[in-house]
């Protein structure tokens, strides 16, 4: 039970902020996998599905330890911020070190260009 609450959880932290990112200016990629790191590996990457796996498992693992410091955030925490994305570049280093060189050099590349919120790269 306490685990279905705290998927519950990070799935409604992660909706809030990615609709936040959104009204902000940020974010992008609309339908195009923008800054969601499963989506690259799947669409952009085509990765195996052991890889696919043990991504998976690395992002449920940050989206719980993210969660509480979305709603700290959401109460005026100053530093939650920050924290979440030490957990998101924490997430993203151990997705591309099960990845080539090739492909962590594709990751990047539309990672970031999620992140101007552009159309991704041609690789």
């Known amino acids: 039970m306490k685990m279905i609450r705290t998927v519950a959880m990070a799935a409604a932290m992660f909706a809030a ?3 936040v990112a959104q009204a902000q200016g940020g974010g992008g990629g609309g339908g195009r996998g923008g800054r969601n790191p499963m989506t690259i590996l799947k669409d952009s990457l085509k990765v195996s599905d052991a890889i696919l796996a043990k991504a998976d498992s690395i992002t449920k693992a940050a989206a719980a ?3 509480p410091l979305g709603e700290a955030a959401r109460g ?3 530093d939650a911020r920050t924290k979440l994305m030490a957990v998101n570049t924490k997430r993203n280093e151990a ?3 099960l990845l080539t060189d090739e492909q962590k050099t594709k990751f990047d590349a539309l990672m970031t260009a999620g992140r101007r919120g552009g159309p991704p790269p041609t690789l």
Do not use: L, Q, S, Y
Request: aromatic letters at 0%; charged letters at 25%; zero cysteines.
């Open 17 to 19: 902020v990615t609709t």
């Open 65 to 67: 330890e993210a969660a």
């Open 76 to 78: 005026g925490d100053a």
């Open 95 to 97: 997705i591309k070190a």
